[in-house]
């Protein structure tokens, strides 16, 4: 089944702790991005590669790293999470930018 | 103007409603949009992509009025189960590189 795979689903964790949630999708696609949904701020980009080796920051990249290493992963690194980075988090991919990004179901993160 | 923006409603139909949702964005150079469907704490799922003036899948049609720059969505026949939060989607600069910005959406609840 085509999909975007993200882990974990569910992380409750403490300031400063660095953590590491993964991103990998098997359809083979070039372009992967990095968002976080907060109340009243809607989705927000926080990194988006356009294949591997390629990355670029979105609107909000502060406190985040990315890589690239391949082309189906894609994890995100909080090298020293705070509380303002408890939110909703989504993976998502696509082959062509006119064709609309796929998904992950998301990672519910809590920084305590 | 904001990059994008949506009327967040909430939008509450009866059942077999006709409802529409408009969605402004200030990027001239923008070739390609979408509509995203969102429920509640779950990913994003693309609805449609508009391209040139329009598309139309069943009950959905989106529209593109370049020259005002907004797209519409248009649900006909409102069933109970299109209840969810509609997003619009636009990307930045010339659409190439992947960075997408998501309009805070707009709340649809049917009505038996």
């Known amino acids: 089944e085509a999909q975007v795979t993200q882990n974990p689903r569910y992380l409750i964790t403490v300031t400063g702790k660095k953590l590491t949630v993964t991103c990998s999708q098997n359809?083979?696609?070039?372009?992967m991005s990095w968002y976080r949904q907060d109340p009243g701020l809607g989705l927000r980009q926080i990194y988006y590669?356009?294949?591997?080796?390629?990355?670029d920051k979105g609107d909000v990249p502060e406190g985040y790293k990315v890589s690239r290493k391949e082309k189906r992963n894609f994890p995100l690194i909080l090298e020293s999470p705070s509380p303002n980075q408890t939110s909703l988090y989504f993976c998502?991919?696509?082959?062509?930018?006119?064709?609309?990004?796929?998904f992950g179901s998301g990672t519910r993160l809590t920084v305590v | 103007r904001k990059e994008v923006e949506q009327d967040p409603g909430p939008f509450n139909v009866p059942e077999g409603a006709t409802v529409a949702f408009n969605c402004t964005y200030s990027n001239s150079a923008s070739q390609s949009f979408f509509w995203y469907r969102q429920d509640c704490r779950k990913e994003p799922k693309l609805l449609m992509s508009v391209y040139s003036s329009g598309n139309e899948d069943g009950r959905f049609t989106a529209q593109l009025n370049r020259a005002s720059q907004y797209i519409s969505l248009l649900i006909r026949d409102s069933k109970l189960s299109d209840s969810a939060t509609y997003l619009c989607v636009v990307p930045r600069g010339s659409g190439n590189t992947g960075k997408l910005i998501f309009g805070q959406g707009t709340t649809l609840q049917v009505k038996p």
């Open positions: 590669s356009m294949n591997v080796e390629v990355t």
């Open positions: 998502a991919s696509t082959h062509s930018v006119v064709s609309g990004y796929t």
């Open positions: 359809m083979n696609h070039e372009y």
